[in-house]
């Protein structure tokens, strides 16, 4: 059965109140189909970072589609913070745990393994252990006098992310993106949006196969040329920067984040 | 003085400070926000002789990984990172840094990104340089609100190192472990000690002569300009319109 998709039909994948697993904007985020989602009126996420977010975290806590979201940071880089996120926050209109970027690899890992948790080095003495009361610190069982912070395994329901090229069979090439094979692999279902489809079988060429993740981790596939716009796509496209700032602009007031979302995201509506 | 050194920026004399923090390195990280130092790495991987590799956490043109982004973390748990960066909303006098919120955490006056990866590389990585233009009694407090990533750890806890000094726009702060305090090392031209003491919000050391801290060489200054500029503006648009006069670009 073809996996391939409608972009609103592949996002319909992404329940409510579903553990959402996306990566950081350097690995693909899946933009195009964010706004589906949002379109399509998503609510009550779990939304998990791998290990940071920009724009994507910003847009679906702002939506209101979000009730928790899990992460490493929200923010814009040198652009600036994330206006409806740091809003949500204040207000307490989302739940956060916060965590620091290995840690988000290393519990998503154990779940690619099967493990119930992973060990990390590192955060001792940090409050964010106070954030974290679901973190444990031990002692190392093969070591004396050696505290070492537990973090149990991260179990997404579904992984969203965008990627160079699919298959007709399903299978994603994702290149040197290698935090999606982690998503697609601790995730249960995998919605993928891809630049563009691939004749043949990406598992057939032994340079194309080291970098695909195969079909059995992936449920649906939508085709999304320029599908991480505004944010940059490997060298395939740059940011946007403008846009950003315009979106930033626009998203310091919940009044003008209504506005951009009219422009942007509901624009289809009007067209 | 001559023409040219008059127009130096300031940004350029705080690139220059950074660079001859991370000399000698074998391979220096990067991570997100940090167009400064970024430019000192790159500015040290043209200078040293040995050839420093430099990664962007977020720019693959720019880094060596193929492991995706954990192979940094995995890297630097292993001691192949041997310099990082971190800044802070507050950094405290005994380095402490706060990413997460000014006022209680649970109820916060203003919250920011978050740790990245500060609570881990704090500890993995030997060198740390702190680094943060703004220098004023709001970021450089006595004591931060929310510990992001500690400045000093107990000897039983594993730790390979930590920060090694913090960079500002008026100064260099060297940092010393043992006392878990900061020394003034040098300030920057144009400005006074009774100024960093001014807007310095935790107690510090001070040298008997506090020295100013050198310009970049006319070298240094070509190799900026020419060369590492272009590179920045793909990674940090903003900084490389503002201080190189790069327009942004637009694709949408």
Known sequence: MSKLREL???VAEIRDASMLAVPADYAGVAMAATRALIRGGAKSLHLVTLPASSLQADLLIGTGAVATVETSAVGFGELGQAP???AAVRLGTIAIKDATCPAIHAALRATEMGSPFAPLRGIIGSDLLKARPDWKVVDNPF???DPIVLLPAIQPDVALFHAPLADRRGNVWVGRRRDLFTLAHAAQKSVVTVEKLYDGNLLDDEVMAAATIPSFYVTAIALAPRG????????LYPEDTRH?????ALAATEDGFR???DQYVFERRAA | MSEAALEIKPEEVLIAVVERLIAGARHVAVGAASPIPAAAAFLAQRISPDGTTVSLQQSPEHNLFTDGGRELFDSAGQGRIDVFFFSGVQIDGSANINL???GDYAHPKARFAGAYGSAYLYFTVPRIVLFRTEHSRRSLVEKVDFVSAPGTSPPHVFRRGGPVGLVTSLCHFAFDRARARFRLESV????SLEEVRDHTGFDFDVPEHVPMTPPPSPERLRLLREEIAPALAAIYPKFAERVFGIPLSQTG
């Open chain 1, 8 to 10: 609103d039909a592949a």
């Open chain 1, 259 to 261: 506005r951009y979302l």
């Open chain 1, 244 to 248: 950003i700032l315009e979106y930033l």
């Open chain 1, 228 to 235: 991480a716009w505004p944010l940059k796509f490997g060298d």
């Open chain 2, 188 to 191: 920057h031209p144009g400005h």
């Open chain 2, 100 to 102: 997460h919120v000014v």
């Open chain 1, 143 to 145: 070591g004396e006098n």
């Open chain 1, 84 to 86: 409806r996120f740091a």
